[in-house]
């Protein structure tokens, strides 16, 4: 068996550069206010000669290392980053997602599932944060693992290429259209599940669309999640060619779209928790709630929804479809 060993960090989305905490707080429930407090997490608003306004870079870096995370530090240092100060604002996820938190909490549990790779790790789960108070780094990967990111969505954003010495040297447009959560949905109807899908075992669903360069034009990536402890499945269609390629996701650090970055640079760990075993090992005060952890691998939206939900369940005939569609829509 093959043991790596790696830190990750994992940041809960904050407005501003504050110090934090870890604390533990009664069992009183969790509202918008006081989330970041129930949830394990307490901003230090007393950080000396940080102030709203300034702005830290790497002439006054120095004063705040305790405070900013070291890969946040070479950024600053080496290339340049400046980070604005403002003003601490409370943060927190929808209303749905709270809720969810609220009514299931200390239903979710750990299952012990030895060396095996293809049970899963966790019981109980129905919505929401799994582990508001984690004990553990294996309850904290399954927050990361269930953290909020909305049920569905829609984005278009570029990707650009850019050299040291010659700047951009190119760049790509892409249409990402996502199904997040198939199950434990909080925010989107239906809700609690999106049966279609969720029937199939299918957890999560994407379909990202190349706009530019021309050539690319058309071209489609469909990739599945499932429910259980198994890779990813994934589909191109290939206007060119005008067929659809099938190929299981196993793309675990492996490199993103032709970048130099990693998937795991996008989201951070992309695999299962219980592929692992975590273990915190430190609890540094920082801008955000960024927890240092080791992990060792154990072994090996209506149109658009509906149009993702055939994708995703008719990966040929859904994927193609989806590109006449485009065509239609811009002749």
């Known amino acids: 068996m093959t043991k790596t060993a790696k830190w990750i960090a994992i940041p809960a989305v904050a407005a501003a550069l504050f110090a934090g905490v870890w604390s533990a707080s009664a069992q009183e429930p969790i509202a918008r206010a006081n989330w970041g407090a129930a949830v394990g997490f307490t901003p230090a608003l007393d950080v000396p000669n940080l102030s709203a306004g300034m702005t830290v870079d ?25 980070i604005r100060v403002r003003d601490y604002a409370a943060y927190a996820p929808s209303d749905g997602y709270i809720k969810a938190t609220n009514d299931h909490r200390g239903k979710a549990r750990l299952v012990d599932i030895g060396a095996a790779w293809d049970k899963e790790g966790l019981d109980g789960y129905v919505a929401g944060l799994p582990f508001p108070q984690p004990k553990d780094g294996n309850e904290l990967a399954w927050d990361f693992y269930y953290n909020y990111h909305g049920d569905d969505g829609r984005n278009e954003f570029a990707v650009y290429w850019v050299s040291a010495k010659r700047g951009v040297e190119r ?20 809700m609690p599940r999106l049966d279609r899908l969720a029937d199939k075992d299918i957890a999560a669903t994407s379909l990202t669309e190349t706009l530019f360069p021309l050539d690319r034009k058309g071209q489609l990536a469909l990739y599945n999640v499932y429910d259980n402890p198994t890779d990813r499945e994934g589909w191109v269609y290939i206007p060119a060619q005008r067929r659809t390629m099938r190929f299981t996701s196993d793309n675990h650090g492996e490199a993103w779209n032709n970048t130099d970055l990693m998937y795991e640079d996008i989201r951070g760990y992309s695999g299962r928790p219980e592929w692992m075993e975590w273990k915190i090992l430190e609890k540094p005060p920082c801008s955000r709630r960024w927890v240092r952890m080791s992990r060792w691998a154990k072994t090996r939206w209506k149109k658009n929804l509906r149009l993702q ?17 485009r065509r239609r829509t811009n002749a």
């Open 171 to 190: 760049h790509e447009v892409w249409r990402w259209t996502y199904i997040i959560n198939t199950l434990h949905r909080t925010d989107i109807p239906p």
């Open 309 to 325: 939900e055939r994708a995703a369940l008719e990966p040929d005939d859904g994927l193609a479809t989806s590109a006449r569609l």
């Open 58 to 82: 790497a002439g006054n870096l120095d004063g705040f290392t305790s405070v900013v995370p070291e890969p946040i530090r070479i950024l600053v240092s080496k290339y340049k980053l400046k």
